[in-house]
């Protein structure tokens, strides 16, 4: 994700109808048709009143459509972004259903991401106002606080205002969270003196990459509920059938969220919050074995598949079990934006950088601390923008269906080993193996560019390279990628065509390329009809012989890509690579830098991240044109001999090539810089990994050109300042 905000936030929802309804969306029918699960059998309204603290907003009351008597009532915490109840219509629909009230005040994101305090004020306002003009419809005696994302790490703060200083709940209490950020607002004391009579069911989403596990972790643990009246829940990802099943961060959100509500919304949350709710709020004892199972069988059922075979298991227990380490997720545990970080200690998962003592990090700071601050994934796109994607040529979406598959690492990793194959295209096809850059081990960071790949007729085989701490392994990592590559080989078999490969790399994963690549075209001799490199923003390179550039294939294509505003990796790591690719003709290779610009008030940023892509709100100019586009013309004219994909991938700047697009009204956007002789014209401090640190193995191999400040170079620093 490159939402400007995203480090420091958790999910920003989709929210599609306004007025006093919940959307349709197009939902999978409910295989549950009795029992936990079930839909209920009211028929459900939305009321609404003026918010009181957010003028133009309401604050909403979703409940069942006659009221015989007072409901139990649930307290809604959302995730940011989603201020209309409609970014969790299926969910909030099914457990009114069931006769329950829903109380749902909205706060504005902006507000959430920089003062989580005067969030959870509003937030506590806003129920407030609600119970004040709904009292009477209300039975406050038996509550449920229930919280996604940003609104899971507010449950704790909401359920102890309303249980222990208001007195809520005497008949019963519960609550419910689902991948919750940081929490605020709740002492460690009081965490301590939680009301024990309440019950707690705490879901994790197993490729949920937004927010470390450790935060639902630390409130399980800390929390002073019983052990046999909570449990942490897993829910795992499926993909053994025709359906991939993806527990990531969206659920709960449905629909409304791009997703599809299947299975894990069905079992993992539906009929779970109905099995706490009927326990804890209605004195089901039937219920408890399901809500509360502790890894029962009863609990872990997730349902069936089409074809009968069950759906993964979910893990349920007492104990709250950690996946992977903090380097794994956007929003990890020791953040400087997580207030209980110096309470709780992890000590066996220390996100990498807490490695880099030896580093002087001048620019340090200023991308560590402060809410702008915290964005290794800051957008390069901070403004509304409307890029359509491209709809004909290349990096337009291809003609193929993406079928994903997942499997662990073979040795030693804590990843998975991804592999993106294109549904019913001619067989065999050509591969390309996509190395991820360190923090982002998981293809749903790059899911834009790796789909537009897979939708042409390639398969991606994706090596995450994770490992069970987070030290600079270098050998073990490059080990992973090859290890993982060949078990994903193995997998593929006959359908994919060795014969043509290509090898697209990241950061870290950029400078990997060279070595992965060595061992495959020159080692294996695969890739012999055809063979490319796209290496973006490359980290140190390693594992590669300065004698093996000279004897690398001269077949090969190379485009190696900078960004305008990178202020990680030290460009001259990037022209190191081009130049020492000898044996590849000039006429073969190109060094793209891709520029910033800016229309109206919209800043679009060309930045170290730009390769990330989660979905379709944060693609923009720089996808489409500067990676999706070159990208997929790199592979034609490598795999397929296709002159046209030479002149937009290697066009030595012809207009074709530098094109990026135009904005709304037609103003094209900055273009490409494309060169045959690139020259670094920033300073290594400008850099937190600067070309001279001795993590730089081949700093004696390759001295960095001086620049001669040409015009284009005087260009590129003058908008730089700009």
């Known amino acids: 994700m490159r939402n400007s905000a995203v480090s420091a936030v958790l999910f920003t929802a989709v929210v599609m109808a306004g007025g006093d309804s919940l959307g349709t969306g197009q939902v999978r029918p409910n295989p549950i048709t009795s029992g936990y699960g079930a839909a209920g059998r009211h028929t459900v309204v939305v009321d609404s009143i003026p918010h009181t603290e957010w003028r133009g907003k309401f604050i909403y009351l979703i409940r069942p459509a006659s009221f015989q008597h007072r409901y139990p009532v649930v307290l809604f915490c959302h995730g940011l972004g989603a201020d209309h109840p409609d970014t969790y219509a299926e969910l909030l629909r099914h457990i009114a259903s069931r006769g329950h009230a829903i109380l749902y005040p909205p706060f504005p994101t902006a507000l959430a991401a920089a003062r989580p305090e005067n969030a959870y004020r509003m937030l506590h306002r806003g129920f407030e106002s609600a119970v004040r003009h709904w009292k009477e419809l209300l039975d406050t005696t038996r509550i449920a606080v229930a919280g996604h994302s940003y609104g899971g790490g507010a449950v704790p703060s909401v359920a102890w205002r309303w249980l222990s200083e208001k007195g809520w709940g005497a008949a019963g209490a519960m609550l419910f969270i689902v991948a919750p950020w940081y929490s605020y607002g709740i002492a460690q004391q009081e965490l301590e003196e939680f009301p024990p009579q309440a019950t707690l069911l705490m879901t994790v989403l197993e490729d949920d990459h937004i927010n470390d596990h450790r935060m639902a972790k630390d409130i399980f643990d800390n929390i002073a509920i019983p052990p046999v009246r909570k449990n942490f829940i897993i829910l795992h990802s499926d993909s053994s059938g025709a359906r ?12 409304a969220a791009g997703q599809e509500v299947n299975e894990l919304h069905y079992y993992g949350i539906w009929r779970l919050f109905d099995a706490l709710s009927e326990y804890a709020l209605r004195g089901d004892a039937a219920a408890k074995d399901i809500a509360l199972g502790s890894g029962s069988e009863a609990q872990r059922f997730m349902g069936r598949r089409e074809n009968g075979n069950p759906v993964r298991e979910l893990t349920g227990g007492h104990t709250a079990i ?4 903090q380097s794994n997720y956007l929003n990890f545990w020791n953040h400087t934006l997580n207030p209980r970080h110096r309470r709780t200690t992890f000590f066996n998962a220390l996100p990498f950088w807490r490695h880099s003592g030896r580093m002087t990090l001048r620019n340090y700071a200023t991308l560590r601390a402060g809410s702008d601050a915290d964005s290794i994934l800051a957008s390069h796109s901070t403004g509304n923008l409307d890029f359509p994607p491209i ?37 065999p096809a050509p591969a390309i193996v996509f190395l991820h850059g360190f923090q982002w081990p998981m293809p749903d960071f790059y899911q834009g560019l790796i789909k537009n790949l897979a939708s042409q007729g390639y398969h991606v085989v994706f090596p995450s390279y994770l490992l069970y701490r987070t030290s600079l392994n ?7 990628m090859l290890k993982g590559a060949a078990e994903a080989f193995s997998l593929l078999g006959a359908a994919v065509d060795t014969s043509r490969l290509g090898f697209i790399g990241h950061s870290y994963g950029g400078g990997a390329v060279p070595a992965v690549a060595w061992h495959y075209v020159k080692l294996k001799e695969w890739g012999r009809r055809g063979a490319f ?22 077949h090969v294509k190379l485009v190696v890509q900078v960004y305008e505003d990178e ?6 790591m990037a022209e190191d690579l081009f130049y020492s690719f000898r044996t590849i003709p000039f006429s073969e290779k190109v060094f793209v830098t891709v ?8 800043r679009m940023e060309a930045e170290h991240v730009s390769p990330l892509s989660s979905g379709d709100g944060d693609i923009d100019a720089i996808d489409h044109y500067a990676i999706y586009r070159i990208a997929h013309a790199l592979a034609a004219y490598a795999f397929d001999g296709d002159p046209a994909g030479r002149a937009i991938a290697l066009g030595n700047g012809s207009a074709a090539q530098v094109f990026m697009g135009t904005w709304p009204d037609g103003t094209p956007v900055t273009a490409l810089t494309v060169t045959d002789r690139p020259i670094t014209p920033y300073s290594e401090d400008s850099y937190l990994f600067e070309w001279r640190r001795p993590w730089n193995r081949r700093r004696g191999h390759y001295t960095p050109r001086e620049p001669a400040m040409p015009e284009l170079i005087h260009r590129i620093r003058t908008r730089r300042k700009e």
Do not use: C
């Open 244 to 255: 991939t099943l993806t527990a990531d961060h969206p659920i709960p959100a449905g629909s």
């Open 322 to 325: 950690l996946l992977f380490p």
């Open 391 to 427: 709809d004909s040529g290349f990096g337009s979406t291809g003609p193929y269906r993406v079928r994903k598959r997942a499997f662990p690492q073979p040795s030693l990793g804590h990843g998975k080993v991804y592999v993106f194959s294109p549904v019913d295209a001619p067989e």
């Open 474 to 480: 270098n050998r073990k990592r490059y080990d992973l």
């Open 533 to 554: 490199l796209f290496i973006m923003a490359p980290w140190y390179v390693h594992f590669i012989d300065p004698h093996e550039f000279e004897y690398f294939p001269s």
């Open 567 to 572: 202020r990680f990796n030290d460009w001259r």
């Open 595 to 602: 520029h910033n610009d800016v229309y109206g008030g919209s």
